[in-house]
C-alpha cells in the first residue's frame, strides 16, 4: 500500500514537472512568434538600432558644441542690446534644458537599450526632445526679431543656418532626427523669410529651403550607405561566428578523433600482445596432437580437429599480426630499413607463398616481367608484405580457374609501378572510397562469407604512404580488380647510384643504404 502511494505521489510530480516545461516551451514559442512577426512586419531592424546608436554617440560626444554656440548668441543679443536679458537668460535657460534632456535621454538609451528594445518609443523620445531643442532654437527669429535691423536679421539666419548644418552632422544617419531637428529650422526660417515679404528675404528663404533639402537628400544617402555598411558588417560578423562555431566544432571532433584513434591502437597494440602468448600454447599443442608426437591418439577424429585448432590459430596470429602492424603504421611508429630491394625476386617469393592456396582454387598465376628492372630503395619485408597482401586478396575474390597476373613497369615520369590484376568481380565504384578504411569489408565479401577482417589494403596503403609511394585502385581490363602501387622516381635505383650500389668495396647494409640515398 506504501509502495503505490509512493509511485503515484512520483508520478503527480512528474506530471506537475512535464506541465511546467511544456508551458515554458509553449512561451517561449509565442515569444520567437512574436519578434518574428514583428520582423516580418518590419518594426523591428536590427541596423535601426545601430543608427540609433551612432545618433547617441555622435550627440554624446559633442555634447557641448551647440551649448556654446547658444551661449554666444546670448551674449551677442545681450551685446548688440536686441532683447532684454530676461528675455535672453529665459530663452537660454530652454535651450539648455532641453540639451540636458535630449542628453539624459540619449544616456538612458546607451545604458539600457538592447537589441529587444521597443524602438518607436525611443524614436519618439529623441525625435520630440529633438523638436524642443528645435523650437527653442527658431525662437529668437520671432522673439528677438527687430524690424528694419537686416544686419541683426541676416546675423540671426547665419547663425541658425550653422545649428542647423550642426544637426544633420550629428544625426545625418537618422533621418527622424533630421527632419525633426534641422527641418523645423529651416521652417522657421524659411516662415520668417516669407512674413517680412521683400524679394531679398523670399530669395534668402528660397535658398535656405533648397539648400535643407539637399541636405535630407544627402543625409538619405549616408542614411543608406550607413544602413548598407551596418547590414553587411552584421552578416560578416554573423558569418564569422559560425565559421569559429564550426571551426571549434571540427576542432573537438578532430581531437575526438585523434584521442579515439590513439585509444584504439593501444587497446589494439596491448590486446595483440596479450592474446600472442596463449595463441602459440594453443598452435603448439595443436600441433603436437595433431602429429602424434607424444603417441597415437585413441579416437582418430581427434587428430582432425587438434588440425582445425591449428589452423585456426594460425588464422588468429595472422589476423593480430596484421593489427599491430596497422597499428604501428597509424601510431607512426613503423620504421622503414631502408635497402636495395628487387621488386622481382620479392614477388617470386610472395608467389611461393600463396601459390599452394591459388592451387586449390586452381587459379593460374601469370607474371609481366620485363628484362631489366632497376632495383628501388624500400623496406623488403614491407615490400614483401605489400605482395602478399595484394595477391591474398586477388586469390580470395577470384572464381575457379580464373587468372592473377602480377605487372611490374615504369611509368612515363620514372616511377616503379607494382600492379596485380584478377579475373574476378571487382570493385563497385560505391566502394573505392570506403575499401581503405580499417576493417572495411565489401558487400561481395559479407555476401560471400570470404576470411578476413579488412586490414589487407590499409596496411598496403600505409606501408606505400611511407615509401612516399600512390596506392591506386581501379578496374583491370580483365573485368577485375586492379590494384597498383607507385613508387617514385627518387627511390629508383639507376645511373650513378646503381653503378656506385654495385661495387664490390661496399659490403655494409647501412652504406649501401646511405648512398641510395643521397647519391
Not at 592456396?357 to 605489400?386: C, H, M
Amino acid at each position: 500500500m506504501f509502495r503505490h502511494e509512493s509511485i503515484a505521489a512520483r508520478l503527480d510530480v512528474l506530471e506537475l514537472f512535464d506541465a511546467q516545461i511544456r508551458k515554458q516551451m509553449q512561451a517561449g514559442h509565442e515569444q520567437m512568434a512574436r519578434q518574428d512577426a514583428r520582423r516580418r512586419a518590419g518594426k523591428e531592424r536590427p541596423w535601426e538600432h545601430d543608427l540609433m546608436r551612432l545618433f547617441v554617440r555622435n550627440q554624446l560626444r559633442v555634447a557641448l558644441a551647440l551649448p556654446f554656440l547658444a551661449v554666444f548668441l546670448a551674449i551677442a543679443i545681450a551685446t548688440m542690446a536686441w532683447s532684454s536679458m530676461a528675455y535672453v537668460a529665459f530663452w537660454l535657460t530652454g535651450i539648455l534644458l532641453c540639451q540636458v534632456l535630449q542628453l539624459a535621454i540619449c544616456r538612458l538609451y546607451e545604458h539600457t537599450a538592447n537589441a529587444t528594445s521597443r524602438l518607436g518609443d525611443w524614436i519618439g523620445m529623441l525625435a520630440a526632445s529633438e523638436f524642443f531643442f528645435a523650437t527653442c532654437w527658431i525662437v529668437p527669429l520671432f522673439l528677438f526679431w527687430q524690424e528694419g535691423n537686416d544686419l541683426q536679421h541676416i546675423f540671426l539666419i547665419s547663425v541658425l543656418m550653422a545649428v542647423a548644418a550642426v544637426r544633420i552632422l550629428i544625426a545625418a544617419n537618422f533621418m527622424p532626427i533630421v527632419l525633426a531637428g534641422s527641418g523645423l529650422i529651416t521652417l522657421g526660417i524659411v516662415l520668417r523669410c516669407l512674413m517680412e515679404g521683400e524679394t531679398l528675404y523670399v530669395v534668402m528663404g528660397a535658398i535656405v529651403l533648397i539648400v535643407e533639402i539637399f541636405f535630407i537628400q544627402l543625409s538619405r544617402r549616408l542614411q543608406n550607405n550607413a544602413r548598407d555598411m551596418l547590414i553587411f558588417k552584421s552578416q560578416r560578423e554573423k558569418l564569422i561566428h559560425e565559421l569559429q562555431t564550426e571551426r571549434d566544432r571540427a576542432d573537438r571532433a578532430r581531437r575526438r578523433a585523434e584521442n579515439a584513434s590513439k585509444a584504439k591502437s593501444r587497446f589494439l597494440a596491448t590486446m595483440s600482445h596479450e592474446l600472442r602468448t596463449p595463441l602459440n600454447a594453443i598452435m603448439g599443442f595443436s600441433e603436437i596432437i595433431s602429429s602424434e608426437m607424444l603417441g597415437p591418439l585413441p579416437v582418430p577424429q581427434y587428430k582432425d580437429y587438434a588440425a582445425d585448432i591449428h589452423q585456426s590459430g594460425r588464422y588468429l596470429l595472422s589476423l593480430i599480426n596484421d593489427i599491430l602492424d596497422l597499428s604501428r603504421i597509424e601510431a607512426g611508429r613503423k620504421e622503414l630499413r631502408e635497402e636495395t630491394v628487387n621488386l622481382v625476386h620479392e614477388a617470386r617469393e610472395a608467389m611461393l607463398l600463396i601459390g599452394p592456396r591459388a592451387e586449390e582454387k586452381n587459379l593460374k598465376l601469370e607474371r609481366e616481367f620485363p628484362a631489366d628492372l632497376p632495383p628501388i630503395v624500400a623496406d623488403s619485408r614491407a615490400i614483401r608484405q605489400i605482395w602478399l597482401n595484394l595477391l591474398s586478396n586477388a586469390v580470395k575474390f577470384t572464381p575457379e580457374n580464373g587468372r592473377i597476373i602480377l605487372h611490374i613497369c615504369r611509368s612515363p615520369a620514372g616511377a616503379m609501378v607494382m600492379e596485380v590484376r584478377d579475373t574476378g568481380e571487382g570493385i563497385p565504384e560505391n566502394e573505392l572510397k570506403t575499401i581503405l578504411q580499417s576493417f572495411s569489408r565489401g558487400a561481395s565479401a559479407v555476401a560471400k562469407a570470404v576470411d578476413g577482417a579488412g586490414l589487407g589494403l590499409p596496411i598496403v596503403n600505409g606501408l606505400a604512404r611511407l615509401h612516399d609511394a600512390k596506392l591506386s585502385i581501379g578496374k583491370a581490363p580483365e573485368g577485375g580488380a586492379c590494384v597498383s602501387v607507385a613508387f617514385p622516381p627518387k627511390r629508383v635505383l639507376e645511373g650513378t647510384r646503381a653503378q656506385i650500389l654495385a661495387a664490390n668495396d661496399i659490403t655494409s647494409p647501412s652504406q649501401k643504404a646511405l648512398i641510395a640515398l643521397t647519391a
